[in-house]
C-alpha cells in the first residue's frame, strides 16, 4: 500500500480508508479494462466472461462505495445528494430539486421567491 503520508504516523481509522479508497481506484481500473475487452472480444463465450469478470468487479466497486458512505466523513451526504435521481447533476449541485425528492436542507420548497 502507497501512503502520501508517513504511514506510521496515522491513525487506524485514516490508514482502513486508505485501504478503501485505494481498493476502489483498483476497482474502477479493472472494470474499465474489462469493459473495453468486452467491446473488442471476437467470440461470444470470451465476451460473455469478460462481461461477467466486469460485473464482478463492479459489485468490489459498489461494496466499497458502501464502505465508505458508513465510515468516511462526507460520503453519505454527497451520495444521498447525487445517487438516484434523474435530475440534471449540475443542477442538483447548484440547488435544484430533483423530482419525487424532499426539499433541500436549506429549507426551500423549490417554488422561487414568494414575494
Do not use: C
Amino acid at each position: 500500500m502507497q501512503y502520501t503520508e508517513s504511514a506510521d504516523k496515522l491513525d487506524q481509522k485514516t490508514s482502513d480508508e486508505a485501504k478503501a479508497l485505494q481498493s476502489l481506484i483498483e476497482e474502477v481500473e479493472a472494470i474499465n479494462y474489462y469493459n473495453q475487452r468486452v467491446a473488442m472480444a471476437p467470440g461470444e463465450e470470451l465476451k460473455a466472461i469478460l462481461a461477467h469478470n466486469r460485473d464482478e468487479e463492479i459489485e468490489h466497486a459498489v461494496m466499497l462505495i458502501e464502505w465508505l458512505r458508513r465510515n468516511m466523513k462526507g460520503w453519505d451526504e454527497e451520495l444521498k445528494t447525487y445517487l438516484f435521481t434523474s435530475a440534471p447533476l449540475l443542477e442538483v449541485e447548484t440547488g435544484g430539486q430533483a423530482a419525487g425528492t424532499e426539499a433541500s436542507s436549506a429549507g426551500s420548497l423549490g417554488i422561487g421567491s414568494l414575494k
